[in-house]
């Protein structure tokens, strides 16, 4: 069958795999119709992806169908087509005790721990799918969706709330589109003017370039007060340290994505805000269904942005241009 592998960074292969063994009990044997491009992936791709190593089979934004069930299960049939929870927690350690499965102490991420599904074929735990009532490439973002939520539910959001989210790729999009069913009033922030017009089409957010005068931009929107909430999406280290000075004074900042790098943040400036710092990391079970039913309910639509697709055959010969701002990819689907 038809796999995609990572062997080191900038080399992508195609190659020919065997056909997985039959599911055993509480496993399912899944077909894949889409796969989401990750930032994550991207990054692996470049050699910048923490939890990383290689060779390895990419892809955990997935729509699939069940072809074969290990064991009966009264909520999934033969022929389902589903998102995968691709975050596989032991259910044992201090954090999965806690019902915080998303950081599990020994988190096993398909497409990055181990091996995802950027091929026709694989195995998933029957209790990582979940079926809905939406099209393959709804179902395809539902994991992406589910980081934006989750970190969302973290920020424990009011609606007298005005929000900033920093980076405007599809987690920041993400992170926005329930930002806006939770908050006052949402801004984005980015460099990257295509982004920017992108979400001004959306109806989205506030559009704000980071080559204005952003403290000024930011207090223009929100009547002279500057964001009670800050999630940053870029994943850049120094995008991440400059956040704190767009929080407001008590307010808190959320770090949803993650760098190799270390952050030296100002302790003046955390400390005079009294800012409270979080990370957030994947999603749980309870954020992908609430995802789910968010699409179902038409509250939000991403179809528009799927800006690019490739079957297996020209992935590999544009996956390094899909890494590059110019090329403009937004979220790009691989198709089986």
């Not at 767009?246 to 400036?269: D, M, R, W």
């Not at 079970?285 to 509250?299: G, M, N, P, S, Y």
Request: aromatic share 6%; with cysteine.
């Amino acid at each position: 069958m038809k796999t995609l592998i990572l062997d080191e960074p900038f080399n992508l292969s195609l190659a020919d795999t065997p056909f997985p063994a039959a599911p055993q009990a509480g496993e399912a044997l899944v077909k894949v119709h889409k796969v989401g491009i990750c930032g994550s992936d991207l990054h692996a791709f470049k050699g910048e992806q923490n939890f990383f190593e290689y060779p390895r089979i990419l892809g955990h934004e997935l729509a699939v169908e069940i072809v074969q069930l290990g064991s009966p299960l009264a909520e999934l049939s033969v022929g389902d087509i589903c998102a995968v929870n691709p975050y596989l927690n032991d259910g044992t350690c201090i954090a999965c005790r806690r019902g915080k499965t998303n950081c599990c102490q020994n988190m096993r991420v398909l497409g990055v721990h181990q091996d995802g599904g950027m091929r026709e074929h694989f195995l998933v735990p029957a209790t990582h799918l979940y079926k809905a009532d939406l099209s393959v490439d709804e179902l395809a973002q539902v994991e992406m969706l589910a980081v934006g939520a989750h970190a969302v539910r973290r920020a424990r959001l009011d609606k007298q709330e005005n929000v900033l989210v920093i980076g405007a790729g599809p987690i920041g999009l993400g992170t926005a589109a329930f930002a806006r069913l939770e908050a006052k009033k949402v801004a984005m922030l980015d460099v990257s003017e295509t982004r920017l017009e992108f979400v001004r089409q959306l109806g989205l957010a506030e559009a704000i370039n980071t080559r204005t005068d952003v403290i000024s931009e930011l207090k223009e929107r929100f009547s002279g007060d500057l964001p009670t909430t800050v999630f940053d999406a870029t994943g850049s280290a120094g995008s991440m340290v400059n956040a704190v000075t767009y929080c407001a004074h008590g307010g808190q900042l959320i770090l949803v994505g993650h760098t190799k790098n270390e952050l030296p943040f100002h302790n003046p400036s955390i400390h005079a805000r009294e800012l409270s710092l979080h990370c957030s990391r994947n999603a749980t079970e309870e954020d992908f269904k609430r995802v789910i039913t968010t699409l179902e309910q038409k509250q939000i639509d991403v179809e528009a942005w799927i800006t690019h697709r490739a079957s297996p055959e020209e992935l590999v010969k544009n996956f390094a241009s899909w890494t590059k701002p110019e090329t403009g990819v937004l979220k790009g689907l691989l198709e089986f």
